[in-house]
């Protein structure tokens, strides 16, 4: 009986020595990213919503940044919300969700009738979506603030990016 399993030991331990844990967790395509450009207006209350069709689960997560500046040739994005300080007062541009809609909005501290096309005609931005079982998963080595840095730990391309139009 000793025999038999100290043999079975023996061929276990060869048997699993093949078995390893990998450590990065390769994602491939499973995030979405939606770009939309929009007008900000006393007409539209200074939201733009977005239906998600069909919706995402609970558990997802939603990021939005907004185009902040091109620079050479390559797009800066800034994570909402964004702060920026006029001389007018403080304009957030900012986001919330449900799992069947996204309103990204403005707020400020003083008469929004009063900013420049500058800040609210032909605003574009762009929406993430990562699914919840993703999101979790080696979340504290992502910097989300960073746009750059998601896409590319999603694998996300450019040509993957869907427009939603008015």
């Known amino acids: 009986m000793k025999r038999i399993l100290l043999m079975l030991a023996f ?3 060869f048997a699993f020595q093949g078995c390893t844990v990998k450590d990065e967790i390769q994602v491939n395509n499973l995030a979405e990213v939606f770009e939309v450009t929009t007008s900000f207006s006393a007409a539209n209350n200074y939201s733009r919503i977005i239906t998600l069709n069909p919706p995402i689960y609970s558990s997802d997560m939603v990021l939005v940044y907004r185009l902040f500046d091109v620079i050479n040739g390559e797009d800066v994005w ?3 919300p964004q702060t920026v300080y006029l001389l007018q007062g403080e304009l957030d541009y900012n986001f919330d969700f449900t799992r069947n809609d996204i309103n990204i909005f403005l707020d400020s501290d003083f008469d929004l009738t009063t900013l420049g096309s500058t800040w609210t005609q032909s605003q574009v ?13 080696n979340s504290s080595t992502i ?4 746009y750059n840095e998601v896409v590319k730990r999603y694998n996300i391309t450019e040509s993957q990016i869907k427009t939603i139009k008015n």
């Open 11 to 13: 061929v276990g331990t």
């Open 125 to 137: 931005f762009r929406v993430v979506i990562i699914p919840g079982y993703l999101s979790n998963r």
């Open 143 to 146: 910097d989300f603030s960073n």
């Open 78 to 80: 800034r994570t909402l």
